[in-house]
């Protein structure tokens, strides 16, 4: 029998394409291949689509006469492309209707093709005539998204600015604005998404609008998460968001997008609530800043930079879109690099057979980032700090099943558990004036990074969570406690509870201001618990904790005074700033600071743990970093990093943030000494 795909010519970049039979319902999907090169082919469209469970659904297709198993996400696709096809391009014959899908037009089982198409892939879809993104959902939620987002973009489109923003248009539409229970027929599933483009689960809102909720659950589908589709939606010029019989042109969705954000920033500037939305959930929604559509967002900064990146510092910047493999999900974990090649115009010709490891590919794409960043002064000035990559890399931060050197940026880990997205990424100069200007930098052999490095200390504490069941702030509250109780002075010269301060806020500067004194008061405020219920002293509670940390409770006048000095005094010696009733003033005046001491507590539990050092330091380490491990300062890393000894050799745990070693201060401390590291 002869096979199913002949050879495709690599000179001539060519391709296969679909023609596809025009078939009823409940007739097998007929095709045949037609092979052309890309840069001569006729007019065609790609499909954009999830490829569903291969292993667990498949159906049969009928390619060039014979029996072809795809996913049932394909064959849905491929039912309805045609129709989706005739309507965006009313004015095209049916007969000229092309179809690329890479799982059918690209021999899967032939490595070598895989590997020299998937690179074209960058420019097929920008070559499409149309892109067709299939959903791979056919929910009410989703037709209601859909239609919600085409009305809002009607709209926004149809009236003046001051009319559409006025929200008055939104009464002729009662279904955006009525809540659920006057709107009996409307009953759609209001399960959350895990993503960060929906309200998160302890967010205390409710939707009782579905078709606010509808538009809030539309990122959250597959389709959005995976890293072939965020450069395919990038790289379209024409792209069409399709669901069996329904579609919207991407257009129509980013205008319903940038319409919201106008509604949104209208509304905080003007404050007002028209008469007809006041205590609806359509308000609550429109009012605040659950709803944060990173997916679009993410989509549209990497267009707008694809359209003006020009020379060095242009090719560093797209070089950084390849970062956005770390928040998507890829089949196989080479994808995270190869699936955006197409995006970060990497060098880098994909090796998708067994006999090249992922920590092969991994290493070879940081290996193209080194050579860049010392041959490229656009991309010294992009990204200052040419080992920025270890944040999202090391032992102690992620599980590493895969066996990559620990020193490569884990896109799989980082993918599912979302550490590094959960913290803010670190502010540091920690190498400043520690090396010299000229001489060696880091480089890659035999996947082990090589880099000049300073060793610093090494830990001796590691301060992980107790087993004794309390809540997580009663644990690290006697810690600090302890922490205060036997440290003394700190070796920079400040106080130690002003170290832990620093710590908890990422606060790498010496600077205080009264932000920062502001969020000192916060930081206790959270730390400190309630008393237990059948506490007969309550007030006895506070005080013993305040007092323990070295501060003086509040008086029984009231005047807060002997609190407002020993706050200062114990934290801030000699601050500046002007004297205030600190209690009363943050309580009143600066509530918001108790979300940013939220926010950094919830970063700290997902990636940190707090650590002390041999000579005195305090700071935030690897949540795996373990006492003997040795802090070093590495040319090129705006952070210092924990290191374990294995062998002749040594292991990346994961950087960390050490209060006196972020700004320089390792300089002239020991000798400089070449690093190899696995």
């Given at each position: 029998?002869?096979?199913?795909?002949?050879?495709?010519?690599?000179?001539?970049?060519?391709?296969?394409?679909?023609?596809?039979?025009?078939?009823?319902?409940?007739?097998?999907?007929?095709?045949?291949?037609?092979?052309?090169?890309?840069?001569?082919?006729?007019?065609?469209?790609?499909?954009?689509?999830?490829?569903?469970?291969?292993?667990?659904?498949?159906?049969?297709?009928?390619?060039?006469?014979?029996?072809?198993?795809?996913?049932?996400?394909?064959?849905?696709?491929?039912?309805?492309?045609?129709?989706?096809?005739?309507?965006?391009?009313?004015?095209?014959?049916?007969?000229?209707?092309?179809?690329?899908?890479?799982?059918?037009?690209?021999?899967?089982?032939?490595?070598?093709?895989?590997?020299?198409?998937?690179?074209?892939?960058?420019?097929?879809?920008?070559?499409?005539?149309?892109?067709?993104?299939?959903?791979?959902?056919?929910?009410?939620?989703?037709?209601?998204?859909?239609?919600?987002?085409?009305?809002?973009?009607?709209?926004?489109?149809?009236?003046?600015?001051?009319?559409?923003?006025?929200?008055?248009?939104?009464?002729?539409?009662?279904?955006?604005?009525?809540?659920?229970?006057?709107?009996?027929?409307?009953?759609?599933?209001?399960?959350?998404?895990?993503?960060?483009?929906?309200?998160?689960?302890?967010?205390?809102?409710?939707?009782?609008?579905?078709?606010?909720?509808?538009?809030?659950?539309?990122?959250?589908?597959?389709?959005?998460?995976?890293?072939?589709?965020?450069?395919?939606?990038?790289?379209?010029?024409?792209?069409?968001?399709?669901?069996?019989?329904?579609?919207?042109?991407?257009?129509?969705?980013?205008?319903?997008?940038?319409?919201?954000?106008?509604?949104?920033?209208?509304?905080?500037?003007?404050?007002?609530?028209?008469?007809?939305?006041?205590?609806?959930?359509?308000?609550?929604?429109?009012?605040?800043?659950?709803?944060?559509?990173?997916?679009?967002?993410?989509?549209?900064?990497?267009?707008?930079?694809?359209?003006?990146?020009?020379?060095?510092?242009?090719?560093?910047?797209?070089?950084?879109?390849?970062?956005?493999?770390?928040?998507?999900?890829?089949?196989?974990?080479?994808?995270?690099?190869?699936?955006?090649?197409?995006?970060?115009?990497?060098?880098?010709?994909?090796?998708?057979?067994?006999?090249?490891?992922?920590?092969?590919?991994?290493?070879?794409?940081?290996?193209?980032?080194?050579?860049?960043?010392?041959n490229s002064p656009g991309a010294r000035l992009h990204e200052k700090q040419v080992l920025f990559f270890l944040y999202f890399g090391g032992n102690g931060v992620y599980d590493n099943p895969l066996d990559l050197p620990s020193w490569v940026p884990n896109f799989p880990a980082e993918s599912k558990a979302r550490t590094a997205r959960s913290s803010p990424r670190p502010c540091g100069q920690a190498d400043k004036g520690v090396f010299p200007a000229l001489g060696d930098g880091p480089f890659i052999k035999d996947l082990s990074l090589f880099v000049p490095g300073l060793e610093v200390d090494h830990i001796s504490l590691v301060q992980t969570k107790d087993s004794k069941g309390t809540r997580d702030e009663d644990w690290m509250l006697r810690y600090f406690e302890?922490?205060?109780?036997?440290?003394?002075?700190?070796?920079?010269?400040?106080?130690?509870?002003?170290?832990?301060?620093?710590?908890?806020?990422?606060?790498?500067?010496?600077?205080?201001?009264?932000?920062?004194?502001?969020?000192?008061?916060?930081?206790?405020?959270?730390?400190?618990?309630?008393?237990?219920?059948?506490?007969?002293?309550?007030?006895?509670?506070?005080?013993?904790?305040?007092?323990?940390?070295?501060?003086?409770?509040?008086?029984?006048?009231?005047?807060?005074?002997?609190?407002?000095?020993?706050?200062?005094?114990?934290?801030?010696?000699?601050?500046?700033?002007?004297?205030?009733?600190?209690?009363?003033?943050?309580?009143?005046?600066?509530?918001?600071?108790?979300?940013?001491?939220?926010?950094?507590?919830?970063?700290?539990?997902a990636r940190w743990e707090f650590i002390e050092t041999s000579n005195g330091y305090f700071g935030l380490g690897p949540l795996m970093a373990q006492p003997g491990d040795v802090i070093f300062v590495l040319k090129g890393s705006h952070l210092p990093v924990v290191l374990r000894k294995d062998g002749q050799h040594w292991v990346h745990v994961g950087c960390c943030f050490i209060i006196?070693?972020?700004?320089?201060?390792?300089?002239?401390?020991?000798?400089?000494?070449?690093?190899?590291?696995?």
């Amino acid at each position: 029998m002869n096979p199913l795909y002949r050879p495709l010519d690599q000179s001539l970049s060519e391709i296969r394409l679909l023609k596809m039979k025009n078939v009823g319902e409940h007739e097998p999907i007929t095709c045949n291949l037609v092979y052309h090169p890309l840069h001569t082919a006729p007019s065609f469209t790609a499909l954009s689509y999830p490829w569903g469970e291969p292993s667990i659904t498949k159906e049969d297709i009928l390619l060039d006469g014979r029996q072809f198993a795809v996913t049932v996400n394909l064959a849905s696709a491929l039912r309805h492309a045609r129709k989706h096809w005739s309507k965006a391009v009313p004015d095209r014959n049916d007969t000229d209707f092309l179809l690329w899908v890479d799982a059918v037009c690209i021999n899967q089982q032939d490595i070598f093709e895989k590997d020299w198409q998937l690179p074209l892939m960058g420019t097929i879809y920008p070559t499409a005539q149309l892109v067709i993104a299939w959903l791979a959902d056919n929910s009410r939620s989703t037709q209601l998204a859909l239609e919600t987002f085409d009305l809002l973009a009607s709209e926004s489109l149809t009236q003046s600015t001051e009319d559409f923003l006025s929200l008055e248009w939104m009464q002729n539409h009662p279904n955006l604005y009525k809540d659920d229970e006057d709107n009996k027929e409307n009953n759609i599933n209001t399960e959350k998404n895990n993503t960060n483009d929906v309200p998160a689960e302890n967010e205390n809102f409710s939707f009782k609008n579905e078709r606010w909720l509808a538009t809030s659950q539309f990122f959250g589908l597959p389709y959005w998460s995976r890293v072939w589709i965020f450069q395919e939606v990038v790289l379209a010029r024409n792209l069409i968001l399709c669901i069996n019989d329904t579609s919207l042109k991407y257009q129509t969705l980013l205008q319903a997008w940038k319409s919201l954000l106008s509604i949104k920033s209208a509304i905080q500037s003007r404050n007002f609530a028209p008469h007809f939305l006041r205590c609806t959930a359509a308000w609550a929604f429109l009012s605040t800043k659950l709803w944060k559509w990173t997916t679009i967002r993410k989509i549209s900064d990497a267009q707008e930079l694809l359209a003006k990146t020009e020379g060095d510092c242009g090719a560093a910047k797209r070089f950084m879109l390849s970062l956005t493999g770390l928040e998507l999900q890829a089949g196989d974990p080479k994808d995270h690099i190869y699936g955006l090649l197409g995006l970060s115009a990497l060098k880098i010709v994909p090796k998708s057979g067994a006999d090249v490891s992922v920590g092969e590919v991994y290493s070879e794409y940081i290996s193209y980032w080194l050579r860049m960043y010392e041959n490229s002064p656009g991309a010294r000035l992009h990204e200052k700090q040419v080992l920025f990559f270890l944040y999202f890399g090391g032992n102690g931060v992620y599980d590493n099943p895969l066996d990559l050197p620990s020193w490569v940026p884990n896109f799989p880990a980082e993918s599912k558990a979302r550490t590094a997205r959960s913290s803010p990424r670190p502010c540091g100069q920690a190498d400043k004036g520690v090396f010299p200007a000229l001489g060696d930098g880091p480089f890659i052999k035999d996947l082990s990074l090589f880099v000049p490095g300073l060793e610093v200390d090494h830990i001796s504490l590691v301060q992980t969570k107790d087993s004794k069941g309390t809540r997580d702030e009663d644990w690290m509250l006697r810690y600090f406690e302890d922490y205060v109780s036997r440290a003394g002075t700190y070796p920079t010269g400040i106080p130690p509870l002003q170290a832990i301060l620093r710590a908890h806020k990422f606060h790498s500067s010496n600077e205080v201001d009264e932000n920062l004194v502001g969020y000192a008061f916060q930081m206790l405020l959270f730390h400190i618990p309630p008393p237990p219920p059948d506490d007969k002293d309550k007030e006895e509670h506070y005080r013993a904790h305040y007092r323990a940390l070295g501060i003086e409770p509040l008086s029984g006048d009231g005047t807060g005074s002997k609190f407002n000095d020993s706050f200062i005094k114990k934290i801030f010696p000699g601050y500046p700033g002007r004297k205030l009733n600190w209690r009363d003033h943050f309580l009143l005046n600066r509530a918001d600071l108790s979300n940013d001491v939220f926010t950094d507590w919830s970063a700290i539990r997902a990636r940190w743990e707090f650590i002390e050092t041999s000579n005195g330091y305090f700071g935030l380490g690897p949540l795996m970093a373990q006492p003997g491990d040795v802090i070093f300062v590495l040319k090129g890393s705006h952070l210092p990093v924990v290191l374990r000894k294995d062998g002749q050799h040594w292991v990346h745990v994961g950087c960390c943030f050490i209060i006196g070693l972020m700004n320089g201060e390792a300089a002239g401390r020991g000798s400089i000494q070449m690093v190899e590291i696995r």
